[in-house]
């Protein structure tokens, strides 16, 4: 079936470093969602990818979907505290429901 | 996100017992999904629901039974609980296919 994998694992950063993650998946997706969750917390809706190469931003977050609509990566510049959580990324094939990578944990030492 | 609520928030059962978490969201979203988190194996995908009386299994539906009777309740049951199913469970729902789920809050089952 689908995979999506994501990488790293963990990433520790200072504040103000930047800091990217990575999500392949093994087979061509329509869509590519990212989603934050704090700790303790559940998973909140960041952003939807769907044209492929597509760019998009959210303040200090970069998202992109590669050419393929196979990959994609999220970009956050100048972390802060408030940017600790695990990020996931999670895409369908076809119709079937969202699959989810394992995601990447972020931490960020003040 | 008010408008999606799970229950209870913590759950401790017993081996063997039959538990059913709930799921009650109030947007009259047609898609509803229930998933597992877990160490290591981050959000898998146990059943999943696009419209009402009409489910179907994802990745890891054994030992779980859901219904849809009613288009904003999506309760999920552990028919005989095994430690194996201890884990947080989110309860989702979407609008249209695969597009910005949001979550429930979890519910938090422990079996002993």
């Known amino acids: 079936g689908q995979q999506v994998m994501q990488i790293p694992q963990y990433q520790h950063v200072q504040e103000g470093e930047d800091f990217t993650t990575y999500c392949n998946s093994s087979?061509?997706?329509?869509?590519i969602q990212w989603y934050k969750q704090r700790p303790g917390g559940h998973p909140v809706f960041l952003i939807q990818?769907?044209?492929?190469?597509e760019v998009k931003k959210q303040k200090r977050l970069t998202f992109q979907f590669g050419e393929a609509k196979k990959n994609s990566s999220l970009h956050i510049t100048a972390t802060q505290t408030t940017d600790v959580g695990t990020y996931f990324c999670?895409?369908?094939?076809?119709?079937?429901?969202?699959?989810f990578g394992k995601g990447t944990r972020l931490s960020v030492i003040a | 996100d008010a408008g999606i609520t799970q229950s209870p928030r913590y759950k401790i059962t017993e081996t063997g017992r039959q538990v059913t978490l709930m799921c009650h969201q109030t947007?009259?979203?047609?898609?509803m999904f229930w998933y597992r988190q877990d160490l290591g194996h981050g959000l898998r995908l146990i059943y999943y629901?696009?419209?009402?009386?009409?489910?179907d299994k994802g990745e890891v539906p054994d030992g779980y039974v859901v219904s849809r009777s009613k288009t904003e309740n999506f309760p999920l049951t552990l028919e005989s609980a095994t430690r194996s199913q201890t884990s947080v469970y989110f309860c989702?729902?979407?609008?249209?296919?695969?597009?910005?789920?949001?979550f429930g809050s979890g519910t938090r089952l422990t079996v002993v």
């Open positions: 989702a729902s979407s609008g249209r296919p695969n597009y910005g789920y949001t």
């Open positions: 087979t061509t997706l329509s869509n």
């Open positions: 990818l769907v044209k492929s190469g």
């Open positions: 999670a895409g369908p094939s076809g119709n079937t429901p969202l699959v």
């Open positions: 947007w009259s979203h047609s898609y």
């Open positions: 629901s696009a419209a009402a009386d009409i489910t």
